[in-house]
C-alpha cells in the first residue's frame, strides 16, 4: 500500500492507526506495558501504584520529569487528560475502555509527583492499570490548557496556530 499521511498531533483527536503511533513517539507514557502485559516500570513515567485492600483506591507515584520547554511534568498535567478525556467523552476513541472514565469516581493530586484515583466500585487491579490508568499519559497543562476542545480539533496540524483559522467575518463560503 501507498505511504499513509499522518494528520493530527494531538493523540486526542486522532482518526487513523497513524496518527495515534505518531502521537506515541512525542509523549512519554505514565505506564509502559511490555509483550508480557507487564508494567516495565524503568520505561514508565510512574515509578509505583499503590492499591487499596479493597481495590478502589489507586495511589500512583511518578519520576522527576520535564518538557521539552524546561516545565515539571506533574500530576496536574495527568489530571489534565483525565479531565481532557471526561470533557471529550463519547468522541475520545477510547471512552470507556478500562472503565476510563466511567468507573472513576474522584481523581485528586497529591503533590507533584503524585496523584490518586478513586473508582466507583472495585475493580481488577490488573485491568484497570494496564487499560485505564495507562490512558493517563501525562500531557502538558500548561501549553495546552488554555484551548478549548474546539480549538484543540481546530488546531491538530497545527499546534501553533501558525496557520490559523480566520475569524468568521473574513471566511470565504456561504
Same mark, same amino acid.
Given at each position: %500500500?501507498? +505511504?499513509?499521511s499522518v #494528520?493530527?498531533?494531538n493523540?486526542f483527536v486522532v482518526t487513523? /492507526?497513524? @496518527?495515534a ?5 512525542? &509523549?512519554y507514557?505514565?505506564l509502559?506495558?511490555?509483550?508480557a502485559?507487564?508494567? @516495565?516500570w ?13 481495590d %478502589? #483506591?489507586?495511589?500512583?507515584?511518578m519520576?522527576p520529569?520535564?518538557?521539552?520547554d524546561?516545565v +515539571?511534568v #506533574?500530576?496536574? @498535567?495527568?489530571?489534565?487528560t &483525565?479531565? *481532557?478525556?471526561? =470533557? *471529550?467523552?463519547?468522541? &475520545?476513541n477510547?471512552y470507556g475502555?478500562?472503565?476510563?472514565p %466511567?468507573a472513576? =469516581? /474522584?481523581?485528586?493530586? *497529591?503533590?507533584p509527583e ?7 466500585? $472495585?475493580?481488577? +487491579? @490488573? ?9 493517563? #499519559?501525562?500531557y +502538558?497543562a500548561?501549553?495546552?490548557?488554555k484551548y ?6 481546530r488546531r491538530q496540524?497545527? $499546534?501553533d ?5 480566520p $475569524? /468568521?467575518a473574513?471566511?470565504?463560503?456561504p
Amino acid at each position: %500500500t501507498p +505511504p499513509a499521511s499522518v #494528520t493530527s498531533l494531538n493523540p486526542f483527536v486522532v482518526t487513523s /492507526a497513524y @496518527d495515534a503511533e505518531a502521537a506515541s513517539l512525542l &509523549y512519554y507514557g505514565l505506564l509502559w506495558v511490555n509483550r508480557a502485559h507487564k508494567i @516495565d516500570w524503568s520505561r514508565s513515567l510512574a515509578t509505583k501504584i499503590n492499591v487499596s485492600n479493597n481495590d %478502589t #483506591t489507586f495511589t500512583v507515584t511518578m519520576k522527576p520529569w520535564t518538557w521539552s520547554d524546561g516545565v +515539571p511534568v #506533574t500530576s496536574k @498535567d495527568v489530571q489534565y487528560t &483525565y479531565q *481532557l478525556i471526561k =470533557k *471529550l467523552g463519547v468522541t &475520545y476513541n477510547a471512552y470507556g475502555s478500562g472503565g476510563m472514565p %466511567t468507573a472513576v =469516581k /474522584a481523581f485528586k493530586t *497529591l503533590g507533584p509527583e503524585q496523584f490518586q484515583v478513586v473508582t466507583k466500585h $472495585p475493580v481488577n +487491579p @490488573d485491568w484497570f492499570e494496564l487499560v485505564g490508568l495507562n490512558q493517563l #499519559t501525562p500531557y +502538558p497543562a500548561h501549553e495546552w490548557g488554555k484551548y478549548s476542545v474546539n480549538q484543540m480539533w481546530r488546531r491538530q496540524s497545527d $499546534p501553533d496556530g501558525s496557520r490559523g483559522t480566520p $475569524p /468568521a467575518a473574513c471566511r470565504r463560503g456561504p
